[in-house]
């Protein structure tokens, strides 16, 4: 006696008949390649009876809302894109602000810089005494 075992099913129970009852610890999200997106895709295109793109979509353990998502990125052009993680987005965004925000404060400093230049100068046309480290001290 031989048993089929569907997708959902890949682990056997010790007795090698029925399947595993044990719930895996956590459940791995499945991936899909753009060529086998492709090929459900133009599966169902060719579907021109009632009944044939559910059919399809039962026999391949898929949802409709699948189907319509990957048709969205057929015509985006977007079908073999890999999405990137959120979190990525958020570090991008991040650094561009520290280093807009290093800028500003560099040209804040480079202008203090220039602003004491200018004072030091007027102190010397003046003839004003200007005070050093040793000065300040005491």
Excluded: C, F
Aim: proline share 4%; hydrophobic share 30%; glycine share 6%.
């Amino acid at each position: 006696m031989t048993t089929t075992l569907t997708r959902s099913a890949s682990r056997v129970h010790p007795d090698g008949m029925s399947p595993d009852p044990e719930v895996p610890q956590k459940a791995q999200r499945r991936r899909y390649s753009a060529a086998y997106k492709l090929q459900i895709l133009e599966e169902a295109d060719r579907a021109n009876e009632p009944g044939q793109i559910g059919a399809l979509l039962r026999r391949e353990g898929l949802y409709s809302s699948l189907l319509a998502a990957w048709r969205q990125q057929r015509r985006d052009g977007t079908l073999g894109q890999v999405r990137g993680r959120k979190g990525k987005d958020r570090r991008d965004r991040k650094i561009e602000e520290l280093e807009a925000d290093n800028a500003r404060l560099a040209k804040k400093l480079d202008q203090a810089e220039t602003i004491i230049e200018v004072q030091k100068k007027l102190s010397r046309l003046l003839g004003i005494e200007q005070m050093t480290d040793e000065d300040t001290e005491s």
